[in-house]
């Protein structure tokens, strides 16, 4: 670690000794100097033009250095930002406070003292004629260390432009404090013009109200502080949950790939075996044609060891195995052709190839704030599917796709956002609630018999069964609880049985909740960690803390409550409930007060079963299923 003495010789300059003032290093030695006494330095070297002398040596090693121009030449000198941050430490560590009067005569002087009305730091001479000066010696003083130590509630009393005047007056035309040279000059057409001893007569009572509106403002920084901090979190998860979304996307799309290529490269193989083995026939016949040739070729070449009537006779057959040679050469030359392979890529892979530009866009979408508790809510539009009758619930997956259940004919609908059809699913019974899930997946609680099914919708957004859990009792409400799957099953008794399982459908725990009935409507896992259910035989809406009781406590009973299922939260943890009995929605605070009757009854509106309020596209939606239809309305922000 550098001692004292050692940074004091860093940040003082070899040629003048003080400290570096724009300090600027040779290019190759790397010694450093103030800008000015480096170029007059080098100006003061390379002066004598009778000797046509253009280099200098470095001041301290003697370093020699050719230039023409001395002045753009030392411009072009790096900075020595090392040198200036050191200075500038060195500044900050030696900072002592310096008399303000001894400073206006460019003579440094350590303070003693602090004058308040003055807003002066005085060394000790000064304070002498301070306290003996007659316009102020009844100035108070107090110790400079003591002045330090406090908040600085010293404020400037005397004019920016006449500085030696003090201020007098406040104009609360241009709401600005001068002196009365001031305010003869540049406001005497101002109307409202007062001593600053008349407005200071009574302004502590302000105080309070001030106070007040600035705490007000405090807090209103520190929930925006909460709510940003909040959205900070939120965006490193959403930004992990993309991340993991492509890249399970883009190990979906590679698996897919490989599958293909394989399959295509087995059939490459079986198709070189076979026309491998076509032509190594060909090859063999050739050969053993060849090898009969060779052998008649070498009774030949010795017949001259032969009798003259056993020449004839091998001449003759000889004559007669060349014959069919040729016959069976000419057969063979006719029957073989040349076979080359090739590869027909499939349209699709091609298609996908050529087009396959970037694999998507990330976009920041901007939340203009809603105002859930009193903005009003317009319907945008009715979605129906051809064979469903009734929508026993309603979910939104990727904050793209509508999925939704057919009571009576136990299916599941993937919808896109303006509600066309992409793909369903036949269920093994009978749906009552969905809880979407991360990574396009989703759960179901069914009925009849009591299931909870495990679902995905794939790249293509086809739907496939992962995993079905046997309930002991039909399923009914369920919800996501903290990265965790609540099912409400029926009771032998009075009560709800809600059952806790991971995501990947393994068994946590259960509790017994009473009051309530041995089935539930639906099942709400709120912000704040309280569970919401609706019991619809009782016209009630109840709440509990799974982690603090077993019992719950009512919220809302009867009067426009009518038999309540379905139950949701907005972003801010606001609650909703679809009454299928009075036909309408009720709204209630994340505490479970009563706020409005957001939708009534209206033609559009009945027998409603399932509710969400999540993002769809780019803007958070309200949707309902209501008797054969999905309906789905707008925020007005």
Same mark, same amino acid.
């Given at each position: 670690m550098a001692?004292?003495? +050692?940074?004091?010789?860093?940040?003082?300059?070899?040629?003048?000794?003080?400290?570096?003032?724009?300090?600027k290093?040779?290019?190759?030695?790397?010694?450093?100097?103030?800008?000015s006494?480096?170029?007059?330095?080098?100006?003061s070297s390379?002066?004598?033009?009778?000797?046509?002398k253009? *280099?200098?040596h470095?001041?301290?090693?003697?370093?020699?250095?050719?230039?023409?121009?001395?002045?753009?030449?030392?411009d072009?000198?790096?900075?020595?930002?090392?040198?200036? +941050?050191?200075?500038?430490?060195e500044?900050?560590?030696?900072?002592?406070?310096?008399?303000d009067?001894?400073?206006?005569?460019s003579?440094?002087?350590?303070a003693?003292?602090?004058?308040?009305?003055?807003?002066?730091?005085?060394?000790?001479?000064?304070?002498k004629?301070?306290?003996?000066?007659?316009?102020?010696m009844?100035?108070k003083?107090c110790n400079i260390?003591e002045?330090?130590q406090?908040?600085?509630? +010293?404020v400037?009393?005397?004019?920016?432009?006449?500085?030696?005047? $003090?201020?007098?007056?406040y104009?609360f035309?241009?709401?600005? #404090?001068?002196?009365?040279m001031?305010?003869t000059? &540049?406001?005497?057409k101002?109307?409202?013009?007062?001593?600053?001893?008349?407005?200071?007569?009574n302004?502590?009572?302000d105080?309070?109200?001030?106070?007040?509106?600035m705490?007000?403002?405090?807090?209103a920084?520190?929930?925006?502080i909460?709510?940003?901090t909040?959205?900070?979190?939120s965006?490193?998860?959403? &930004?992990k949950?993309?991340?993991?979304?492509?890249?399970t996307?883009?190990?979906?799309?590679?698996?897919?790939v490989?599958?293909?290529?394989?399959?295509?490269?087995?059939?490459?193989?079986?198709?070189?075996?076979?026309?491998?083995?076509?032509?190594?026939?060909?090859?063999?016949?050739?050969s053993?044609?060849?090898k009969?040739i060779?052998?008649?070729?070498?009774?030949l070449?010795?017949?001259?060891?032969?009798?003259?009537i056993?020449?004839?006779?091998?001449?003759?057959?000889?004559?007669?195995?060349?014959?069919? #040679?040729?016959?069976?050469?000419? $057969?063979?030359q006719?029957?073989?052709?040349?076979?080359?392979?090739?590869?027909?890529?499939d349209?699709?892979?091609?298609?996908?190839?050529?087009s396959?530009?970037t694999?998507?866009?990330?976009?920041?979408?901007?939340?203009?704030?809603?105002?859930?508790?009193?903005?009003?809510?317009?319907?945008?539009?009715?979605?129906?599917?051809e064979e469903?009758?009734?929508?026993?619930?309603?979910?939104?997956?990727?904050?793209?796709?509508?999925?939704?259940?057919?009571?009576d004919?136990k299916?599941v609908y993937i919808?896109?956002?303006?509600?066309?059809?992409l793909? +369903?699913?036949?269920?093994?019974?009978?749906?009552w609630?969905?809880?979407?899930?991360?990574?396009?997946?989703?759960c179901v609680?069914? $009925?009849?018999?009591?299931?909870?099914?495990?679902?995905?919708?794939?790249?293509?957004?086809s739907?496939?069964?992962?995993k079905?859990?046997?309930?002991?009792?039909?399923a009914?409400?369920?919800?996501?609880?903290?990265?965790?799957?609540v099912?409400?099953?029926?009771?032998?008794?009075n009560?709800q049985v809600?059952?806790? *399982?991971?995501?990947?459908g393994n068994?946590?725990?259960?509790?017994?909740?009473?009051?309530?009935? &041995?089935n539930?409507? #639906?099942?709400?896992?709120?912000?704040n960690?309280c569970l919401?259910?609706?019991?619809h035989?009782?016209n009630?809406?109840? &709440?509990?803390?799974?982690?603090?009781s077993?019992?719950?406590?009512?919220?809302?009973?009867?009067?426009i409550?009518?038999l309540?299922?379905?139950?949701?939260?907005?972003?801010?943890?606001?609650?909703?409930?679809?009454?299928?009995?009075?036909?309408?929605?009720?709204?209630?605070?994340?505490?479970?007060?009563f706020?409005?009757e957001?939708?009534?009854?209206?033609?559009?509106?009945q027998?409603?079963?399932?509710?969400?309020?999540?993002?769809l596209?780019?803007?958070?939606?309200?949707?309902?299923t209501?008797?054969?239809?999905?309906?789905?309305?707008?925020?007005m922000?």
């Amino acid at each position: 670690m550098a001692t004292k003495t +050692s940074v004091n010789d860093l940040i003082v300059c070899p040629i003048c000794y003080e400290i570096f003032q724009d300090p600027k290093s040779l290019p190759q030695c790397l010694h450093t100097f103030c800008k000015s006494c480096i170029k007059s330095y080098i100006s003061s070297s390379v002066t004598d033009k009778s000797l046509n002398k253009t *280099y200098f040596h470095c001041p301290v090693c003697r370093k020699c250095y050719h230039v023409t121009n001395p002045e753009e030449w030392v411009d072009t000198l790096p900075h020595n930002y090392l040198i200036v +941050s050191l200075t500038d430490q060195e500044q900050m560590e030696n900072k002592e406070p310096s008399c303000d009067i001894c400073n206006r005569l460019s003579n440094f002087q350590p303070a003693i003292s602090w004058c308040q009305e003055c807003c002066d730091q005085l060394c000790e001479t000064c304070v002498k004629f301070h306290q003996v000066g007659r316009q102020t010696m009844e100035h108070k003083l107090c110790n400079i260390g003591e002045q330090t130590q406090k908040i600085n509630l +010293s404020v400037e009393l005397f004019c920016k432009q006449h500085t030696s005047r $003090r201020l007098e007056v406040y104009c609360f035309d241009h709401k600005e #404090a001068c002196c009365l040279m001031c305010a003869t000059v &540049s406001h005497r057409k101002c109307e409202k013009v007062t001593s600053l001893e008349d407005c200071a007569q009574n302004c502590s009572a302000d105080i309070p109200n001030i106070c007040s509106e600035m705490e007000d403002i405090q807090k209103a920084c520190d929930t925006e502080i909460t709510r940003v901090t909040g959205d900070m979190k939120s965006l490193e998860k959403e &930004s992990k949950d993309i991340e993991h979304k492509v890249k399970t996307m883009t190990e979906d799309i590679i698996n897919v790939v490989r599958d293909k290529e394989q399959t295509l490269l087995e059939n490459l193989k079986k198709i070189e075996k076979k026309q491998s083995m076509l032509l190594k026939n060909s090859i063999d016949e050739f050969s053993d044609i060849k090898k009969k040739i060779e052998h008649d070729v070498q009774i030949l070449k010795n017949s001259d060891r032969l009798h003259k009537i056993s020449l004839f006779l091998e001449l003759k057959r000889i004559g007669k195995t060349v014959s069919e #040679a040729h016959i069976d050469v000419d $057969r063979l030359q006719k029957e073989y052709h040349t076979s080359t392979l090739d590869v027909h890529v499939d349209e699709t892979v091609q298609a996908f190839h050529s087009s396959f530009n970037t694999f998507g866009e990330i976009k920041v979408k901007t939340n203009s704030k809603i105002n859930y508790q009193s903005g009003q809510i317009v319907f945008e539009k009715s979605v129906t599917v051809e064979e469903s009758q009734y929508f026993s619930d309603v979910d939104v997956i990727d904050d793209r796709y509508i999925v939704t259940t057919g009571r009576d004919n136990k299916m599941v609908y993937i919808l896109d956002e303006n509600g066309k059809r992409l793909s +369903s699913l036949k269920l093994a019974g009978s749906p009552w609630g969905i809880a979407a899930m991360q990574n396009k997946a989703f759960c179901v609680a069914m $009925r009849n018999p009591g299931l909870v099914g495990f679902f995905k919708v794939h790249g293509n957004l086809s739907i496939s069964t992962e995993k079905e859990l046997n309930m002991s009792q039909n399923a009914w409400g369920i919800c996501v609880y903290e990265d965790r799957i609540v099912v409400s099953i029926e009771s032998k008794y009075n009560g709800q049985v809600f059952k806790f *399982y991971d995501q990947e459908g393994n068994y946590c725990e259960e509790h017994i909740i009473t009051p309530g009935s &041995s089935n539930c409507g #639906a099942v709400l896992a709120t912000s704040n960690k309280c569970l919401f259910y609706t019991h619809h035989d009782g016209n009630s809406l109840f &709440s509990v803390d799974i982690s603090k009781s077993k019992s719950a406590s009512p919220v809302y009973q009867g009067n426009i409550m009518k038999l309540p299922i379905g139950v949701t939260c907005d972003p801010n943890g606001n609650v909703y409930v679809a009454c299928y009995g009075s036909n309408n929605v009720l709204q209630f605070d994340k505490n479970g007060n009563f706020i409005r009757e957001i939708i009534k009854e209206e033609s559009a509106v009945q027998r409603l079963y399932g509710i969400r309020v999540k993002r769809l596209g780019d803007d958070v939606k309200l949707i309902l299923t209501a008797h054969g239809k999905v309906l789905v309305y707008n925020f007005m922000k």
